[in-house]
T-cell receptor, first 124, second 108 residues
């Protein structure tokens, strides 16, 4: 059974750093893109970026480039989303999601499996 | 950047009624549009891809149609578990994906 299991909720202060994780089970993790999606409280879904675990090639939405880092470690089937300096406006639920299709040049665009979400609260 | 607009923002219906949700793209996305359902407190779930193909395990009461800039998600007869928020998503310029703002289907 395909599963994406995310790390637990975090409470952090502004200016702190953070790295959250998304571990894949039940499929070939290395050869499917993993995306990160933000959902601020009471709001909709925002695509942040995507990583190809086999070579850690990461691509970002223009809205998030420079604000977060996306990476992966294929040896442990895990993708990461990282902040160097959190802001209160980063308070949100963050989901990882698997892009349908296998291979780097899949060309597919929709997400068939989602993690359970990681709630990040940033408050002084 | 392609913008997706969903209407209405909220749809108030009773169980058993038909729901018709709209998603409009600011420019043509061909048939490369997906729909997701998000129930309260849950992660999104893929319903429809390529505008009209149901994802694995999705009941037949869900159907999608459209191409180009105008798309529709139809729920033929609402069940209690269908009251949720629905998002459309496109991929005009891979790997830049965008979601629509969502339509909430709530109980009248």
């Amino acid at each position: 059974e395909v599963q994406l299991v995310q790390s637990g909720a975090e409470v952090k202060k502004p200016g702190e750093s953070l790295k959250i994780s998304c571990k894949g089970f039940g499929y070939s993790f290395s050869t499917s893109w993993i995306a990160w999606v933000r959902q601020m409280p009471g709001k909709g879904l925002e695509y942040m970026g995507i990583v190809y675990p086999d070579d850690s090639d990461a691509k970002y939405s223009p809205s998030f480039e420079g604000h977060v880092s996306i990476s992966a470690d294929r040896s442990i089937s895990t993708a990461y989303l990282q902040w160097n300096s959190l802001k209160a406006s980063d308070t949100a639920m963050y989901y990882c999601a698997r892009l349908v299709g296998s291979g780097k040049r899949t060309g597919r665009y929709f997400f068939d499996y989602w993690g359970q979400g990681t709630l990040i609260t940033v408050s002084s | 950047e392609i913008v997706l607009t969903q209407s209405p923002a909220t749809l108030s219906l009773s169980p058993g009624e038909r729901a018709t949700l709209s998603c409009r793209a600011s420019e043509s996305v061909s048939s490369q549009l997906a729909w997701y359902q998000q129930r309260p407190g849950q992660a999104p779930r893929l319903l429809i891809y390529d505008a009209s193909n149901r994802a694995t395990g999705i009941p037949a009461r869900f159907s999608g149609s459209g191409s180009g800039t105008d798309f529709t998600l139809t729920i033929s007869s609402l069940e209690s578990e269908d009251f949720a928020v629905y998002y459309c998503q496109q991929r005009k310029n891979w790997p830049i994906f965008t979601f629509g703002p969502g339509t909430k289907v709530d109980i009248k």
